[in-house]
């Protein structure tokens, strides 16, 4: 049944190496997004989707990073070139409609070394 | 800049007390204001959450009080428990449908 699935769990990488990270929202919620979270703060926005499109990617931090949702439900997130300060918890989240609340997933824990 | 300012960074609280988290925006855009519970290891997950056309909602020990005249609004968790320890975020919702995260309170409930 399930909730917001993320794949995998944890993921060490090196320096300059390209990661993807997976995120299965709920069945049925059109809304997905991404954020990103440092240790000892706050989610942070990256991108939204709603359907397959981005609706806003305002949150982004370079373009080193990208999303996709190709049929509108899995996303993956993409990380080229990583940087060390890119070492955090990327956290997917999904919601019924636009405006309705997000539900989170557990997170992807990456360490880039 | 942070858009939504917590407050205490952490809180100790014996068990039975009252436990009180406070968080301020300046965007009055802001149109929903969640909080989110979360655990070692775990994503958030939502606790109760208000709108600005209310001051003040309560689910079980948990309440959200809100000043949209001053900008604030806080959780009190009554009869604080153990379980209840956790890191807890307030946030606020903006025009694109983002959330915007406080810093998180780490509350400890001592038995």
């Known amino acids: 049944g399930a909730g917001v699935s993320q794949t995998p769990s944890n993921k060490v990488t090196e320096k300059g190496k390209y990661v993807e990270l997976r995120c299965d929202p709920i069945s049925g919620h059109t809304a997905l997004y991404w954020y990103r979270q440092s240790l000892g703060q706050g989610p942070e926005f990256l991108i939204y989707?709603?359907?397959?499109?981005?609706?806003?990617d305002s949150g982004l931090p370079n373009d080193r990073f990208f999303a996709v949702r190709p049929e509108g439900s899995v996303s993956t997130l993409k990380i080229q070139r990583t940087e060390r300060g890119d070492s955090a918890v990327y956290l997917c989240a999904s919601s019924l409609l636009r405006g309705e609340t997000q539900y989170f997933g557990p997170g992807t824990r990456l360490l880039v070394l | 800049q942070q858009q939504v300012k917590q407050s205490p960074q952490s809180l100790i609280v014996q068990k039975g007390g009252i436990s009180i988290i406070n968080c301020a925006y300046e965007?009055?855009?802001?149109?929903?204001f969640p909080w989110y519970q979360q655990f070692p290891g775990k994503g958030p997950a939502l606790l109760i959450a208000?709108?600005?056309?209310?001051s003040e909602k309560k689910e079980g020990r948990f309440t959200i009080s809100f000043n949209k005249s001053a900008k604030q609004f806080s959780l009190h968790i009554m009869d604080s428990q153990p379980g209840d320890s956790a890191t807890y975020f307030c946030?606020?919702?903006?025009?694109?449908?983002?959330?915007?995260f406080g810093t998180g309170t780490r509350l400890t409930v001592i038995p």
């Open positions: 989707f709603q359907g397959t499109g981005a609706a806003d």
């Open positions: 965007n009055t855009a802001f149109d929903y």
């Open positions: 208000i709108r600005p056309d209310v």
């Open positions: 946030a606020a919702r903006g025009g694109a449908n983002n959330l915007f």
